[in-house]
């Protein structure tokens, strides 16, 4: 089903993700200095660059190795116990979230390929993990929709800042002369 | 950073892998067909005395909870102040129970006992082509690539630092994923150019 190249990549961003639990802060201009985990930017980046399915292979693959027990999740969480938290919605939701992010980035749009990263971002990487996660919120601690989407939307500014850094980088990373890249081609 | 992984052997380290997960699946089925809100406070609490008991000794496993707290926190005050006090105990309870029995699993399996006890769920999805050997060498890549990943980001902040005095910026990421999907390529140039073809282990 995939090729060499495709198992190094899908691999390659998982560990990317892992990673950017573990990395030292970065600088993100407007969070003023709020600690966000940049695991979501790693979901986001998969998705767009790798494309739909490989995109959502990676989270999986990610996700696979935290349920085994390896403390990859920001903080060094991980093992079953963080499946069956509160939250754990918003972990499955990386699945879908890559999946759409790596689909719409495939849609061609007008504008141009930061703008397109951008919306794919802001739709796969935000909204289906937000709808996916506080879901499973409401629904794992009997709360109502209302209640739940109220107490998900403190996060919300700084995955929509997240998604811009994904556009970003996407936009740069993508436009370089890699081989099948997700991203199609663009005339320079 | 303390991993989920309990070095010191415990009895429960002795139980089969996949025994621990098959109890873990029918405890949590029950935890959710229990409604009664004294039984499910005593169901806790017996789990808690379980727990407590398992690590015994290891008491800064604990830690690993801190995040948790101020989280459930929330969630109980936001329920509490929607649905009552009972429901909000009674909530918060079954997701206590639940989160230490699982995290009690990964204390005492290592991850190869995890893996393997896998093994038999990912033999089916060969049909629709999905490899063993490719999920193996995707989970060795995962976690070689790690140190490598750090490695090179803390480089490239290190420079960046000598030279501005400032934090690294968002700005060296770009450069920094277009680098390592470079890498990616020349890693599956080097697996294949060795012999490791996913065509040929089809047949």
């Known amino acids: 089903m995939f090729e060499t190249r495709d198992i190094v990549r899908i691999s390659l961003f998982a560990a990317l993700i892992a990673a950017m639990g573990l990395f030292p802060r970065l600088d993100i201009p407007l969070a003023g200095g709020v600690p966000i985990t940049l695991q979501t930017l790693g979901v986001m980046l998969a998705g767009a660059l790798l494309g739909p399915w490989r995109g959502a292979v990676s989270v999986l693959l990610f996700l696979l190795l935290v349920a085994v027990g390896a403390p990859l999740l920001a903080g060094g969480r991980g093992g079953l116990g963080v499946f069956f938290g509160p939250t754990a919605g918003y972990l499955i939701g990386w699945i879908p979230g890559a999946y759409v992010t790596g689909w719409l980035m495939q849609k061609t749009w007008p504008g141009n390929l930061f703008l397109r990263a951008y919306a794919a971002a802001l739709v796969g990487g935000v909204l289906v993990i937000h709808a996916v996660g506080f879901c499973y919120l409401a629904w794992k601690v009997g709360m ?19 998604a811009l850094a994904c556009a970003y980088v996407a936009s740069i990373a993508g436009g370089d002369r890699l081989t099948r890249l997700n991203v199609p081609k663009q005339p320079s | 950073m303390i991993a989920p992984y309990l070095t010191q052997k415990t009895w429960l380290h002795r139980v089969g892998a996949g025994h621990k997960l098959l109890a873990l699946a029918v405890i949590s089925l029950g935890f959710t067909q229990l409604y009664d809100g004294r039984g499910l406070l005593v169901a806790t609490l017996a789990v808690l005395a379980f727990y407590l008991v398992t690590i015994f000794g290891h008491w800064s496993r604990l830690r690993l909870y801190a995040p948790l707290v101020p989280l459930l926190i929330g969630i109980g005050a936001l329920q509490a102040y929607a649905s009552g006090w009972e429901l909000a105990i009674a909530s918060i309870a079954r997701l206590v129970a639940m989160i230490l029995l699982a995290d009690l699993v990964t204390a005492t399996t290592p991850m190869l006992k995890m893996m393997d006890a896998l093994a038999p769920v990912l033999r089916p999805l060969r049909r629709i082509g999905v490899d063993e050997n490719q999920v193996s060498l995707a989970v060795a890549l995962v976690i070689r690539f790690m140190p490598v990943l750090l490695n090179e980001w803390t480089k490239r902040g290190e420079a960046w630092r000598a030279r501005t005095g400032r934090r690294p910026p968002l700005r060296l990421l770009a450069p920094f994923v277009a680098d390592i999907l470079r890498l990616a390529d020349h890693v599956a140039e080097a697996l294949d150019s060795r012999g490791f073809s996913t065509k040929r282990s089809k047949d």
């Open chain 1, 144 to 162: 109502s929709l209302r209640q739940a989407a109220v107490a998900d939307f403190i996060f919300v500014p700084g995955d929509i800042l997240k």
